[in-house]
């Protein structure tokens, strides 16, 4: 799903670097983001707007702006999402203002999304980063998942659904991270960062 009207009222994107990390539900992206902001803190996280209801410990406006569906449509409407999607019956979406102030400042911005969204963004913009946060393996995405248990079992058994056919858009990506262990995987996409701005230099130069 796309949101046609912000395109054309944003289009001067440049200076900061759009990072979007997506990967299968239980590959542990929130984790590795959370860790990789805390060592660098510079870059700004989008907050998404969602129609699902919190979990607990799930703060409104930190982890997720909690709008209902009404809201949410309105939104869609306005053309204030940079992209948006729908899945296991609620709406994900990407408010385009703050990403696009942050960026025209130079800031480098982080989105953490799913799969369909990431790909349209990347269509928009392909100056975007991608980047695949895996598991090792498809058994451990799928003990991890299990664990977690914050699901009911249709949620879960959607989620393990979903799990086979994400894995097969690792393509679209631009680098893929396993997360063996998060400190791997965040000094990897760390790496990966201070590569991209050291690029940035030279093309200054
Ligand atoms: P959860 O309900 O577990 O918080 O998130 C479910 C999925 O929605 C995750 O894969 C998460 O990355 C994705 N998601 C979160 N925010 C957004 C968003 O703004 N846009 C899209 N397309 N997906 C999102």
């Given at each position: 799903m796309k949101s046609k009207k912000s395109e054309s009222k944003y289009k001067t994107l440049n200076k900061g670097h759009l990072l979007i990390m997506s990967g299968p539900s239980g590959a542990g992206k929130g984790t590795v983001v959370c860790e990789l902001l805390c060592r660098m803190p510079e870059i700004k996280l989008s907050v998404s707007a969602t129609t699902r209801k919190p979990r607990n410990g799930e703060v409104d406006g930190v982890s997720y702006f909690f709008i209902t569906e009404e809201e949410f449509l309105k939104m869609i409407k306005d053309g204030e999402f940079l992209e948006y999607d729908r899945h296991f019956e609620n709406y994900y979406g990407t408010p385009i203002k703050y990403v696009y102030e942050n960026l025209e400042q130079g800031k480098d911005v982080l989105l953490e999304i799913d799969i369909a969204g990431a790909k349209q963004v990347k269509e928009k913009y392909p100056e975007a980063k991608l980047f695949f946060i895996d598991a090792p393996s498809i058994d451990e995405l799928k003990r991890r998942l299990v664990c977690r248990n914050s699901e009911s079992q249709n949620q879960l058994n959607e989620r393990l659904l979903r799990v086979e056919e994400e894995i097969k858009?690792?393509?679209?990506?631009?680098y893929v991270v396993i997360n063996d262990t998060v400190d791997n995987a965040v000094n990897k996409i760390i790496q990966i960062i201070k590569e991209m701005r050291i690029n940035d230099n030279k093309t200054a130069d």
């Open positions: 858009c690792r393509q679209i990506y631009d």
